[in-house]
């Protein structure tokens, strides 16, 4: 399967008991992919398994899902056994079309179409939210440029505080005690180290990079507001399961978004809460010899879910009077505090798929015990 065609192969087996192949290949157009499903569907096909070959597979799968009629399969090409002989499209879709037939493939999760279009969202909203940040190291550094060392006494140099100083700035003032009388709230009482911080050299150039950079800015935030409020229309139906995973320590709205946008809310698709860690890439591998075991590295997975159980994780060892914190702060004494966050994320992830699957609250173990993870 590749961006501009793609190779099927039929593979039944006749009265006789001998095999028969079809092979053909399709244009990746949508009208040539449609011609494909009809073609499948003359041949009798009702199981089909796409290789997972960057994006390539996607509007396959959209197109042979939505005319239906087929149990559809998709296949990590890490996973599947290199073909014998040399390596051709046509060979590879034998082989896989085989390996089908004898049931030696392992589909990997494809979320329904719902998930997917959430899925979409939040990834977005990440990129966004990412590059607001990068927007906002640029502003610090134009700045510094001017040696107006705001960041040395604003612990947010874009909160209201900030704005409001950043827009006299723009506006042309330049003196330090009008600027630090901008201050809002307890940044009020380091109005004389404002002074000093914002006593700089700022140019005409500064003052247009700080303009063009704070429009940026403001754009990026105007679009996150707009992902933000689509992701809730779509959450809408799963709000009680959004809901539920708030309960957990440190799973605050925006990462129960994104759990539920990268793994679903059928938790029947993983046999078991080790299925889906080991999906998610937070389940460590072991290297066991001579009677020792010893940790391995995590695999890959979804790196937004990844990010976002470490979020989680972080959040969750700082909280008050929780088991989790009591975990953490143990695992990081022999671990380390890295080793330590995504190990709790891992247990994290393993009391998600219990909440989502029993459709319960988190409750709070009466002692922390490394069974972790009970629901209500």
Not at 290 to 316: D, E, F, M, P, Y
Request: charged share 25%; glycine share 8%.
């Amino acid at each position: 399967m590749h961006k501009k065609t793609v190779v099927a192969c039929v593979r039944c087996v006749a009265p006789d008991g001998q095999v028969v192949k079809q092979v053909r290949s399709f244009d990746t157009f949508t009208d040539d992919l449609r011609a494909l499903a009809d073609w499948l569907a003359t041949q009798g096909a009702t199981r089909v398994a796409l290789e997972s070959t960057g994006v390539y597979w996607k509007p396959v799968w959209y197109i042979l899902e939505a005319r239906g009629g087929f149990e559809l399969m998709l296949v990590n090409a890490q996973h599947i056994k290199q073909v014998p002989g040399r390596k051709t499209d046509v060979k590879d879709a034998e082989w896989i079309a085989e390996l089908l037939q004898h049931g030696l493939l392992r589909p990997s999760f494809v979320p329904p179409k719902p998930i997917r279009q959430l899925r979409d969202l939040t990834r977005q909203r990440a990129q966004l939210i990412a590059q607001r940040a990068r927007v906002i190291n640029r502003i610090q550094k134009v700045l510094e440029d001017a040696n107006i060392q705001l960041a040395g006494v604003a612990t947010d140099v874009l909160g209201a505080s900030g704005r409001a100083m950043i827009a006299a700035l723009i506006a042309g003032e330049d003196d330090p005690a009008a600027l630090a009388e901008r201050a809002k709230g307890s940044l009020r009482g380091k109005r004389a180290e404002l002074c000093r911080a914002l006593r700089g050299a700022i140019e005409e150039h500064h003052r247009f990079l700080l303009q063009a950079l704070m429009d940026q800015v403001r754009e990026l935030e105007g679009m996150i507001a707009r992902f933000t409020a689509r992701i809730a229309e779509h959450l809408r139906p799963f709000e009680e399961l959004v809901r539920r995973l708030m309960t957990i320590p440190g799973v605050g709205r925006p990462a129960a978004e994104v759990i539920v946008a990268e793994i679903g809310v059928d938790m029947t698709r993983f046999a078991t809460a080790a299925h889906l860690s080991s999906w998610a890439g937070m389940c460590p591998g072991n290297d066991q010899s001579a009677g020792k075991r010893r940790s391995g590295k995590t695999t890959k997975g979804s790196r937004w879910l990844r990010a976002a159980l470490v979020q989680v994780a972080w959040a969750a060892s700082r909280s008050r009077q929780t088991g989790l914190r009591a975990l953490y702060r143990r695992w990081s004494r022999r671990l380390g505090a890295k080793r330590a966050l995504v190990a709790l994320g891992h247990r994290i992830l393993v009391i998600i798929f219990k909440v989502l699957k029993d459709q319960t609250d988190y409750r709070e173990p009466s002692a922390p015990t490394p069974e972790l993870g009970q629901a209500a």
